[in-house]
């Protein structure tokens, strides 16, 4: 089944030239591929941009990381300059970290 244009264009906006700075906390709801979350709050839960798979590209300013509690399936820590990658499992509903 074709990804119509109007879930492509949320997942890649011509107007975010910039990547998205958030607030670290349990639940985080990007809004552009590549989010940077300020804060050292571990992500629990993730809102997913839009509902079929898609990967988001994650960089934590501390070493927080992802937890298993909510829709991320495994745990993983933060590397503070790294990006982390999830991709999103829709069968499952949760966030997988890719490495």
């Known amino acids: 089944m074709p990804i119509p244009a109007s879930d ?11 990547p998205v700075t ?30 079929h798979s ?7 300013a501390g070493t927080a990381g992802v937890t ?7 745990a993983k820590a933060s590397v503070l300059g790294e990006a982390m990658l999830l991709i999103y499992n829709p069968s499952a509903a949760k966030y997988v970290p890719v490495g």
């Open 8 to 18: 492509w264009a949320l997942l890649n906006p011509t107007s975010a030239a910039s």
């Open 54 to 60: 898609h990967m988001l590209a994650v960089m934590f």
């Open 22 to 51: 958030l607030a670290s906390a349990a639940t985080i709801a990007p809004t552009s591929f590549l989010t940077i979350l300020t804060g050292n709050t571990a992500v629990v839960n993730i809102t997913p941009p839009v509902t």
């Open 68 to 74: 298993a509690a909510g829709n991320i399936a495994t």
